[in-house]
């Protein structure tokens, strides 16, 4: 009786899954369920509720209405405040996968959104330019100096064959440094200790803006990133470009033995990561912040690999992933200062994400030995009948 009902259970666990297809999405929600509930346990091991929590996680991005805000706030600006910081996570995140699906590991993306949001800063932030001519070139300006940063890790990578992540780890160090030397000797504001803030009219985000009554920010950048997702899905799946790139990353012998050009393929996935790592940067440092604080990475880059294998490295699912891990990671301020429950519990979350998320190809393993073993034990049973 008692295997009979594993058995059941089992069959109905292996239905909800899917096939191989269909488990390219049911996985990574199995992974986020997991993770909800592994915190939902530690919340109850800290004596906070949840729910509670987990309700205090949208509060804070806006999701959902808070008991009160403070004058000129609402629901609203917080939810644009939110749509702010998820812009760069969204590119940088684009940016890890198109790298990754030609098979290219890009963790240089903090450094190439630093490079990039400095030259654009320096060049048209503090120009004065009109909006109308600023905004359009920050965006120019800091996509391809991304793309140059990003083909330079791609060419030490087929010319010298030196591996993209040491290279990547090596410019991300020599970006930091050197950038901070700049910003200490000519661009410091001496009161904040950070570069000097870019003017209004190059700024990506438009600031105090009252719409509703409310005061509150406008992400220029987020329908561009939305954009951008939905483009990369096409040109990823839908052009012959894409496919080369998807065959170098499955198996460069097998992609230059059908005839495609390895080197190129290579080139270009990182120059498209660079520039999509450059968009990050303009959306981080001329958007969300406005400066750049000297001597530190934008942590945006390494979050977004994480964001980048929940999503299964497909622009689709990333759209879905990035939006979730920025509700907790933003979210998690208000989560502490509301009920207490410390932040440090919100990227505990995250990690736990990432991790079952990476476990994805054990458990697919897994899923399709114990469909094989249900199909013989299902076989023998008609033949027994």
Not at 66 to 84: H, I, P, Q, R, V
Not at 149 to 177: H, R, T, W
């Amino acid at each position: 009786m008692k295997e009979k009902k594993q058995s059941a259970l089992t069959r109905a666990f292996l239905a909800v899954m899917g096939d191989e297809k269909r488990q390219s999405f049911t996985i990574p929600l199995f992974a986020v369920f997991l993770s909800l509930i592994a915190g939902a346990v530690l919340m109850l091991v800290l004596g906070k509720n949840p729910l509670a929590a987990y309700q205090s996680l949208l509060q804070g991005c806006g999701m959902l209405p808070k008991e009160k805000y403070a004058g000129g706030k609402g629901m609203f600006t917080d939810l644009m405040s939110y749509l702010d910081i998820w812009t760069p996570m969204l590119f940088a995140s684009l940016a890890v996968a198109v790298a990754y699906k030609a098979g290219l590991f890009n963790i240089g993306v903090s450094g190439q959104m630093l490079i990039g949001g400095f030259i654009a800063s320096i060049t048209v932030g503090y120009s004065g330019l009109p909006a109308v001519i600023a905004r359009p070139l920050v965006i120019v300006v800091c996509m391809a100096v991304g793309a140059l940063a990003g083909s330079l890790i791609g060419f030490l990578k087929y010319k010298f064959n030196i591996n993209e992540v040491v290279s990547a780890i090596m410019l991300n160090y020599i970006f930091q440094y050197i950038i901070s030397f700049f910003i200490l000797t000519f661009y410091v504001n001496p009161i904040t200790r950070q570069s000097e803030t870019v003017t209004a009219e190059a700024r990506l985000t438009l600031q105090d803006v009252r719409i509703f009554g409310l005061k509150t920010v406008v992400p220029l950048g987020f329908i561009v990133a939305v954009a951008a997702a939905l483009a990369l899905h096409y040109f990823i799946n839908r052009t012959r470009t894409g496919f080369e790139l998807k065959a170098v990353g499955a198996s460069k012998g097998a992609a230059v033995y059908a005839g495609v050009n390895a080197n190129r393929s290579i080139m270009l996935a990182m120059a498209l990561s660079g520039a999509l790592a450059g968009l990050a940067g303009a959306t981080y440092y001329l958007g969300y912040l406005g400066s750049i604080q000297p001597k530190v990475l934008p942590s945006t880059g390494f979050d977004a690999i994480a964001v980048c294998l929940l999503g299964n490295s497909n622009p689709l699912g990333i759209l879905a992933s990035s939006f979730l891990i920025t509700i907790i990671t933003k979210g998690g301020t208000y989560m502490n200062s509301s009920i207490g429950v410390p932040q440090e519990v919100s990227s505990l979350i995250t990690a736990l994400m990432l991790l079952f998320a990476a476990c994805g190809v054990y458990i697919r393993a897994r899923l399709k030995r114990s469909k094989d073993r249900a199909a013989t034990a299902q076989r023998k049973e008609g033949e027994q009948a």
